[in-house]
């Protein structure tokens, strides 16, 4: 079964650090990674999908990387603004189990004025 | 189109009651997925469909769940006999599936409804 992790589960920062946040799954057999961004009592945004054949994608600040043989993939937020807080999930669609997405519990992020 | 909206935002409920709730997707996509979310933690898929049918369903999907999507458009999610471990954001999405074993298709979420069981 396919499970997910994410480290730290909260991480909080002053205004203009770069940051990285951390996602592992236990099973290498995915078919893509996505990161999301969820605000507090709100749904999710999609920042970023990783194909598995990919090692990267990259929009504005973010970029993420994905090592599949490692069962890993980060989050790199460039200059963070307090407009990035916010909880960041990451999810994989397993190859094996159907179409639906395995999400990891989230971190918590906090960037300070 | 705006994006997968969700109606109703907030629900409360007394223990015992049913509710249902209604999803409408992106009008081009074809699949419709529901998750459940509770605090800190992250979505659990309960079910999908493709168009009209109804693909898969997740082992927390109990007898008390049912969801249809009659016309391959909105979707709707009932629960029965609400208990108070039913509250929860209850999450859809919707993609746009082009064929394929494995689609390259990517997951829009709509702004959840919360539910509150008394």
Not at chain 1, 74 to 81: H, R, V
Not at chain 2, 26 to 31: A, F, K, Q, T, V
Not at chain 2, 72 to 93: H, K, P, V, W
Request: with cysteine; aromatic share 10%; hydrophobic share 30%.
């Amino acid at each position: 079964k396919q499970e997910v992790t994410q480290i730290p589960a909260a991480l909080s920062v002053p205004e203009g650090e770069n940051l990285v946040l951390n996602c592992s799954f236990t099973d290498s057999a995915i078919y893509n990674l996505q990161w999301f961004r969820q605000d507090p009592g709100k749904g999710l945004t999609s920042l970023l999908l990783i194909q598995s054949s990919q090692r990267e994608q990259t929009s504005g600040r973010l970029n993420a990387s994905l090592d599949k043989s490692s069962g890993r993939s980060t989050l790199y937020i460039a200059a963070s603004q307090p407009g990035d807080s916010a909880t960041y999930l990451c999810a994989v669609r397993p190859n094996n189990y159907g179409q639906n997405f395995v999400f990891g519990p989230g971190t918590r992020l906090s960037v300070l004025p | 189109d705006t994006g997968v909206s969700q109606d109703p935002r907030h629900k409360i409920t007394k223990r015992g009651q049913n509710v249902t709730f209604r999803c409408d997707p992106i009008s081009e996509h074809n699949r419709l997925y529901w998750y459940r979310q509770t605090l800190g933690q992250g979505p659990e898929f309960l079910t999908y469909f493709q168009n009209e049918a109804q693909l898969e369903k997740s082992r927390l999907l109990s007898d008390r769940f049912s969801a249809e999507r009659p016309k391959g458009s909105f979707s709707t999610l009932e629960i029965q006999r609400t208990e108070q471990g039913d509250s929860a954001m209850y999450l859809c999405a919707s993609s746009l599936w082009a064929g394929g074993t494995y689609g390259a298709n990517e997951q829009y979420f709509g702004p959840g409804t919360r539910l509150t069981v008394t």
